[in-house]
């Protein structure tokens, strides 16, 4: 697997082979995308492939990091990281997130992570694991604003944080799975909202809220 901001670094034909990775097999599937098709997508001959990667696995684990640290630093970059109230962070994600997706009306993608982890977790253990791990990490990072907004706001509370925040990953991969069968976000967003609702029960806010209320705090 790439080491952390190693993608950053890819010579250009790696790159392209790379990102053709991360755009067929997040359109269709690990089992679905041949070498060829990759190369073809890259425009880079199959000797070209092959001076870069020994397999599609070890191109797909290459892929796999590229999207994960794609998401990563739009997350690390977005509006609400610069929110000093941890709480407004918890809430300002959840608006990032249905932002990020765009329209109700429009279909995603879907994820990269979820589709290995859905397709490939009992027939590749490499794959699966790497899988994991990204979710892994996305959970760590939303489950720190969560614990500080609940030391500060809700520190008699009863839930656990990191428990929320595997929750948390779970609503949106399940909403993404579900946005692709129906072929529209609306139940991705409809699931957040209801997700929001959750958070804002917990902090003892009104539904709706945008904003952490003085009144939280006490």
């Known amino acids: 697997m790439l080491k952390r901001n190693q993608s950053s670094n890819l010579s250009e034909t790696k790159r392209k082979l790379v990102d053709a990775g991360v755009s067929l097999m997040r359109t269709r599937g690990f089992n679905a995308t041949t070498v060829d098709d990759i190369c073809a997508s890259a425009g880079v001959t199959k000797g070209g492939f092959f001076h870069y990667f020994k397999s599609k696995d070890e191109l797909a684990k290459a892929a796999l990091e590229r999207f994960r640290e794609g998401k990563a630093s739009d997350f690390a970059n977005a509006p609400f990281r610069k929110l000093a109230d941890p709480l407004d962070r918890v809430l300002g994600r959840l608006d990032y ?3 990020s997706y765009g ?3 429009q279909v995603t993608k879907g ?6 982890a ?3 977790s009992s027939t590749n253990p490499s794959l699966r694991d790497v899988s994991q791990e990204a979710f892994l990490r996305v959970a760590a990072d ?4 969560l614990a500080e907004a609940k030391a500060l706001h809700a520190p008699g509370v009863d839930f656990d944080p990191k428990k929320l925040s595997l929750f948390y990953v779970s609503i949106i991969q399940g909403g993404l799975l579900m946005a692709k069968a129906a072929t529209s976000n609306a139940v991705l967003m409809d699931n957040v909202d209801q ?3 959750h958070i804002q029960t917990l902090f003892g806010l009104a539904a709706g809220s945008k904003a952490v209320r003085s009144s939280a705090r006490n």
């Open 97 to 99: 997130v249905k932002e």
């Open 103 to 105: 329209s109700p009306a």
């Open 111 to 116: 994820c990269l992570i979820g589709m290995f």
């Open 118 to 120: 859905q397709e490939l």
């Open 142 to 145: 939303f489950e720190k604003d």
């Open 195 to 197: 997700f929001r609702t």
